[in-house]
């Protein structure tokens, strides 16, 4: 079975900053991209940041410039470097990856549970 769990986020002033963690552990063959998304209150889920296993990135408009996007293939997991918060940014931000299971499954979502990210002075 396949868990992915975050860690790191919390309460931070505007301008502050924050690195959001997560962690891919189970049954895992290979993991094709891994990033994140977010969804801020009364608000959809939105993509973030998303890394393939090359180290290719790509961001949303609204974070380029402040955030950085950072993965670890050796140990499964990713990173999310957060700088020059806004209060805008304040969201529950979740894990995700596509990844193979097993070699007898096909490629498929994961997520994790999501952590809380609240900017305010």
């Known amino acids: 079975q396949v868990q992915l769990v975050e860690s790191g986020g919390g309460l931070v002033q505007p301008g502050g900053s924050l690195r959001l963690s997560c962690a891919a552990s189970?049954?895992?063959?290979?993991?094709?991209?891994m990033g994140w998304y977010r969804q801020g209150p009364g608000k959809q889920r939105e993509l973030v940041a998303q890394?393939?296993?090359?180290?290719?990135?790509n961001y949303v408009d609204s974070v380029k410039g402040r955030f950085t996007c950072s993965r670890d293939n050796a140990r499964n997991m990713v990173y999310l470097e957060m700088n020059s918060l806004k209060p805008e940014d304040t969201a529950v931000y979740y894990c995700?990856?596509?990844?193979?299971?097993?070699?007898?499954?096909?490629?498929?979502?994961?997520w994790g549970q999501g952590t809380q990210v609240t900017v305010s002075s």
């Open positions: 890394i393939s296993n090359a180290g290719s990135a």
């Open positions: 189970g049954s895992i063959v290979s993991i094709r991209t």
């Open positions: 995700h990856a596509l990844l193979l299971p097993r070699w007898s499954m096909p490629w498929s979502d994961y």
